[in-house]
């Protein structure tokens, strides 16, 4: 049995098929993803951010940066690992192939779980342990971090649920059936979120301690559903799971590179979030929050680029198809890149009044910093892929290494010394710089240069931001 293509051409037709196929579906989970967490932002900055005081909706920011940050730095790349182990084992074909999925899967499986469990264990004693340290150390703090013991607890019970989740999507994924990704992550996983969060801020006076609640409860049903899902799936793939002579310290070696470089754009934004909070207090951090969503929303709608060229890209590096990836890559740029420009315009036309009603006014020009910087950040979903699939995996991890340093370290200076303007700065100057990066990356790695598209861009998103600055400077 050989499910690899013999040439390039009928390569280039499967994977075109593939991608109008997964494009679509994924293009109605990212959909529908955005729209629920731009309505939770809306219900959260509504309910507990009030005029002059939104303090609990900055409260409520760190915990749930502090959850996703601890899933995002375990699981998130071990699911990814799952995910290009399984597209290759599937384009390389060959008897062996039921047995080798079969092993994958499993491990994904047991992985996600111990992993998710260990989390939880970390996530119910570090609270205490940090509240004991901090009262030795500086008895001033302790109050504060007090208030986030119980918070902080109640979110580690998300853990388990959300590694396992990651990892079954992973599988989805790794099988190219979008459609599947669908119906697990939006319409399931995060319907349930939406509609707890929904239930708890209904409810007049529900603390928002409660929503952390809610959602442990939310994401526990979820993951009990999508897993009923996948036994349907596999079943219907005629494809069983192993359980012995699982590849768990090859799928673990993989995620030691990949998961950041494939979680980065989520991670830096839990760091901001973080880092405003140490530099400003809460108050800050809804400021951030609320400003950094806006700008980035629509990279959700580009993230099904990345999802798509990631099984995808090894294949035409494989078959020598240089053209092929060339137009893939180009269109991938351009696309993402409108998608991002129309979503600044849009954005730039409606700013105030969306500001003013998530109480956060006069962010306008640390809106259009960001927005800015989120141009260039949209980038990585079509470079990273490339680079991961060209065994670029080390250096890009040692890129967004860079980057993650250079968000918290030269972010909290700048936000002692100028405030959240000065950390929205540090962002831009990080994300233009690694952009240029990953272009000569992936120059080098596949010979398609992308200098004059990238240099063009550049210099219409930096203009316009400049322009937008001098006029609101202006009016002021």
């Given at each position: 049995?050989?499910?690899?293509?013999?040439?390039?051409?009928?390569?280039?037709?499967?994977?075109?098929?593939?991608?109008?196929?997964?494009?679509?579906?994924?293009?109605?989970?990212?959909?529908?993803?955005?729209?629920?967490?731009?309505?939770?932002?809306?219900?959260?900055?509504?309910?507990?951010?009030?005029?002059?005081?939104?303090?609990?909706?900055?409260?409520?920011?760190?915990?749930?940066?502090?959850?996703?940050?601890?899933?995002?730095?375990?699981?998130?790349?071990?699911?990814?690992?799952?995910?290009?182990?399984?597209?290759?084992?599937?384009?390389?074909?060959?008897?062996?192939?039921?047995?080798?999925?079969?092993?994958?899967?499993?491990?994904?499986?047991?992985?996600?779980?111990?992993?998710?469990?260990?989390?939880?264990?970390?996530?119910?004693?570090?609270?205490?342990?940090?509240?004991?340290?901090?009262?030795?150390?500086?008895?001033?703090?302790?109050?504060?971090?007090?208030?986030?013991?119980?918070?902080?607890?109640?979110?580690?019970?998300?853990?388990?649920?959300?590694?396992?989740?990651?990892v079954m999507v992973a599988v989805y994924d790794g099988f190219q059936k979008m459609r599947w990704s669908l119906l697990a992550e939006a319409g399931t996983f995060h319907l349930l979120r939406f509609g707890a969060a929904a239930l708890v801020m209904l409810a007049a006076?529900?603390?928002?301690?409660?929503?952390?609640?809610?959602?442990?409860?939310?994401?526990?049903?979820?993951?009990?559903?999508?897993?009923?899902?996948?036994?349907?799936?596999?079943?219907?793939?005629?494809?069983?799971?192993?359980?012995?002579?699982?590849?768990?310290?090859?799928?673990?070696?993989?995620?030691?590179?990949?998961?950041?470089?494939?979680?980065?754009?989520?991670?830096?934004?839990?760091?901001?979030?973080?880092?405003?909070?140490?530099?400003?207090?809460?108050?800050?951090?809804?400021?951030?929050?609320?400003?950094?969503?806006?700008?980035?929303?629509?990279?959700?709608?580009?993230?099904?680029?990345?999802?798509?060229?990631?099984?995808?890209?090894?294949?035409?590096?494989?078959?020598?198809?240089?053209?092929?990836?060339?137009?893939?890559?180009?269109?991938?740029?351009?696309?993402?890149?409108?998608?991002?420009?129309?979503?600044?315009?849009?954005?730039?036309?409606?700013?105030?009044?969306?500001?003013?009603?998530?109480?956060?006014?006069?962010?306008?020009?640390?809106?259009?910093?960001?927005?800015?910087?989120?141009?260039?950040?949209?980038?990585?979903?079509?470079?990273?892929?490339?680079?991961?699939?060209?065994?670029?995996?080390?250096?890009?991890?040692?890129?967004?290494?860079?980057?993650?340093?250079?968000?918290?370290?030269?972010?909290?200076?700048?936000?002692?010394?100028?405030?959240?303007?000065?950390?929205?700065?540090?962002?831009?100057?990080?994300?233009?710089?690694?952009?240029?990066?990953?272009?000569?990356?992936?120059?080098?790695?596949?010979?398609?240069?992308?200098?004059?598209?990238?240099?063009?861009?550049?210099?219409?998103?930096?203009?316009?931001?400049?322009?937008?600055?001098?006029?609101?400077?202006?009016?002021?």
């Open positions: 049995m050989t499910l690899a293509p013999t040439s390039a051409t009928g390569l280039r037709a499967r994977l075109g098929g593939l991608a109008c196929g997964n494009l679509g579906s994924l293009l109605a989970n990212q959909a529908v993803l955005s729209l629920m967490n731009m309505a939770i932002l809306v219900m959260i900055n509504r309910v507990y951010a009030r005029a002059g005081h939104t303090a609990d909706a900055g409260r409520l920011a760190v915990v749930l940066s502090i959850m996703l940050a601890a899933v995002l730095l375990t699981s998130s790349g071990m699911a990814r690992a799952v995910t290009l182990r399984l597209s290759r084992a599937r384009a390389e074909g060959g008897d062996a192939l039921p047995d080798t999925v079969a092993r994958t899967v499993g491990g994904g499986l047991v992985l996600g779980a111990l992993i998710g469990l260990v989390l939880t264990a970390l996530g119910l004693a570090a609270p205490w342990l940090v509240l004991a340290a901090v009262r030795a150390w500086r008895p001033q703090f302790a109050a504060v971090v007090q208030s986030y013991v119980g918070p902080l607890q109640l979110g580690a019970l998300w853990l388990p649920s959300y590694s396992l989740l990651l006076g529900l603390a928002w301690t409660g929503l952390v609640a809610a959602w442990a409860a939310a994401y526990a049903l979820g993951a009990a559903l999508v897993g009923v899902e996948l036994a349907i799936f596999l079943r219907r793939q005629g494809q069983r799971v192993a359980w012995a002579g699982l590849p768990l310290r090859g799928i673990l070696r993989d995620a030691a590179f990949m998961f950041l470089p494939t979680t980065a754009p989520l991670l830096v934004s839990q760091a901001g979030v973080l880092v405003s909070w140490a530099g400003g207090g809460e108050e800050a951090s809804a400021a951030f929050w609320v400003t950094w969503t806006i700008a980035v929303a629509a990279m959700e709608f580009c993230m099904p680029v990345g999802r798509v060229l990631f099984p995808a890209v090894p294949a035409l590096h494989r078959q020598s198809d240089p053209a092929g990836l060339r137009r893939a890559l180009r269109a991938s740029f351009w696309g993402v890149s409108g998608v991002m420009l129309a979503a600044l315009a849009g954005v730039s036309l409606f700013k105030g009044y969306v500001l003013n009603y998530l109480h956060q006014p006069g962010q306008g020009a640390l809106l259009t910093v960001f927005m800015a910087a989120g141009f260039f950040e949209v980038h990585r979903t079509v470079f990273n892929p490339v680079l991961l699939a060209t065994g670029r995996e080390r250096a890009l991890t040692l890129l967004e290494w860079l980057v993650l340093v250079a968000i918290v370290v030269g972010g909290g200076a700048a936000m002692a010394a100028r405030g959240l303007g000065g950390l929205a700065l540090v962002f831009l100057a990080a994300y233009v710089a690694a952009a240029f990066v990953r272009v000569h990356w992936v120059a080098r790695a596949t010979g398609i240069r992308l200098w004059p598209d990238a240099l063009a861009t550049a210099v219409a998103v930096l203009g316009a931001a400049v322009a937008m600055l001098a006029y609101e400077t202006a009016g002021r």
